[in-house]
T-cell receptor, first 113, second 117 residues
Framework: KQEVTQIPAALSVPEGENLVLNCSFTDSAIYNLQWFRQDPGKGLTSLLLIQSSQREQTSGRLNASLDKSSGRSTLYIAASQPGDSATYLCAVKRYNQGGKLIFGQGTELSVKP | EPEVTQTPSHQVTQMGQEVILRCVPISNHLYFYWYRQILGQKVEFLVSFYNNEISEKSEIFDDQFSVERPDGSNFTLKIRSTKLEDSAMYFC???????????????FGPGTRLTVL
């Protein structure tokens, strides 16, 4: 059974700092991995999608890496801003499972001015 | 930019009542999903839907739940007889294709907060 874990559960950093959020999964037979942002009481905003054949994806100040064999992904946020404060979720899609995403519990990020 | 929309944003109901949660997926998307998030817990998959059929469903999606695409734009989740433990945020999502290349990114709506009293 696929389990997705995110460490740390919460992170507080000063503005301007570069930071890394971690995601691990127990079954490497994934099709892709997606990172989301969730603001309190709101929906999920897709940030980056990495296919299993890719090693990384970049969007602006965000860079996500994937090491499928070790069951790990990281989300790197450069030059953090207070507006980056949110919960960050990772989710994996396994092969042969009709689109189902399996989510981690998220990392709650707070960027202090 | 196209987005998934959901109505209502908040639904309060009495235990045992039926509720219908509505979603309008992105117009050119073919695959539709429902997820839920109980307060403080992980987002959980409920069901996926393609070509007017359920593709996959979780253990949570029992006989009390049903989904429907009543027309070309709406996608609904019905809970026939709500229980206290159905209280959660329900998210609808859609994707352009299931597995083909880059087009399988899932886009989520803002959610419907269901409160069962």
């Amino acid at each position: 059974k696929q389990e997705v874990t995110q460490i740390p559960a919460a992170l507080s950093v000063p503005e301007g700092e570069n930071l890394v959020l971690n995601c691990s999964f127990t079954d490497s037979a994934i099709y892709n991995l997606q990172w989301f942002r969730q603001d309190p009481g709101k929906g999920l905003t897709s940030l980056l999608l990495i296919q299993s054949s890719q090693r990384e994806q970049t969007s602006g100040r965000l860079n996500a890496s994937l090491d499928k064999s070790s069951g790990r992904s990281t989300l790197y946020i450069a030059a953090s801003q207070p507006g980056d404060s949110a919960t960050y979720l990772c989710a994996v899609k396994r092969y042969n499972q009709g689109g189902k995403l399996i989510f981690g519990q998220g990392t709650e990020l707070s960027v202090k001015p | 930019e196209p987005e998934v929309t959901q109505t209502p944003s908040h639904q309060v109901t009495q235990m045992g009542q039926e509720v219908i949660l509505r979603c309008v997926p992105i117009s050119n998307h073919l695959y539709f999903y429902w997820y839920r998030q109980i307060l403080g817990q992980k987002v959980e998959f409920l069901v996926s839907f393609y070509n007017n059929e359920i593709s996959e469903k979780s253990e949570i999606f029992d006989d009390q739940f049903s989904v429907e695409r009543p027309d070309g734009s709406n996608f609904t989740l019905k809970i026939r007889s709500t229980k206290l433990e159905d209280s959660a945020m329900y998210f609808c999502a859609s994707s352009e294709a299931l597995v083909a290349g880059i087009y399988n990114e899932q886009f989520f709506g803002p959610g419907t907060r269901l409160t069962v009293l």
